[in-house]
């Protein structure tokens, strides 16, 4: 029986100096014969350090859960997404152009609104010396009067539906100028790329209390992203008061949708090459006195640098004079 995929989603982002710890969470249903002993995770992206994946099994809710047994990463190619595609330039343009029209339709509107709101009867005409007044007009004034005011109506209901008309093409052309926008940092594999799977194995379900459903958690460094700090200062107009904004610019080309997810951002190497210490052996004989100490050992890598702001920012203090002995009597 294949492995199922498994959908997953990024919920989490803690992005370092240089790099960043993913959080891709992906859920699963309890079946009948219980939870499958083997599951994929795909779309992962092709820089992550495999060395540093990890995974945890969750319940969702009460009972309990099979534990994670087996862990491997492979390549796959993915489903592409529907929500990932680029527009085209003719979709762009049918929407630019659908913007334009709904906009002269309304211009149109205005002013035909406008022309009819002048309509008006006029007034009685003189009359020549030395004869009657001419008869009112009333007949014709009302029909004027009703005419405008269902012209009024129709034009109205006309400016509500194209002023909808041009939200919705306006909403149209945004989406797709965001999904450009987005298209260089989450996008679909091409035909000659590859993503990286999760190939995960569980253990047997549990006879006792089973959860009906639990939750895969999977945490992977990747390389391509980082962060920069961005300072605002806003001043009131009396300048004698401001607002100090720390900002942070957040970059990342791994091929994942980041937006909407927790991001946390830290100033620390998420990895730096150490030495491990050495052990004593263990040896079978007479008792041996331990080896002697060094009492020294050499600092870490970086440590020099610990203080370097404060050695740049700040001008060194001066130095106390030394305390003297008091002179002899």
Known sequence: MPAPTLPSRVTAVTVFRRGAMVTRTATLERGDDGFPSLVRVEGLPLLLDDGSLQVAVEP?????????????????????????RPPTDE??????????????????????????????????????EGKPPMASPTEARLALLTFRRERLEGLIAAQAEALEAHRLASE???????????????????????????????SPTPTEDPAGRLR???RYFVPGARWAPSYVLRLEPGLERGTLELRALVGQATGERWSSVALTLSTA???????????RSMRIGRAQPPPARTGWRPPPAGADLLYADFDRDLPPRPLAPPELPPPPP
């Open 60 to 84: 969702e809710g009460d009972g309990r859960v099979p534990l994670a047994r087996e862990l491997r990463v492979t390549l796959a190619v993915p489903e592409p997404d529907a929500d990932l």
């Open 91 to 128: 979709e762009l343009e049918a929407a630019r152009l659908a913007v334009a029209k709904s906009k002269a339709r309304q211009s149109d509107l205005a002013a035909a609104l406008e022309q009819v709101s002048a309509l008006a009867p006029g007034g009685r005409g003189t009359p020549e």
């Open 172 to 202: 149209r052309l945004a989406t797709l100028e965001e999904r450009q926008r987005r298209a260089s940092d989450a996008r679909n594999p091409r035909s000659f790329e590859a993503r990286k799977a999760a190939v995960v194995g569980l």
């Open 216 to 218: 895969l958690v999977l």
């Open 269 to 279: 190497n998420p990895q730096q090459w150490t030495e491990l210490p050495e052990l």
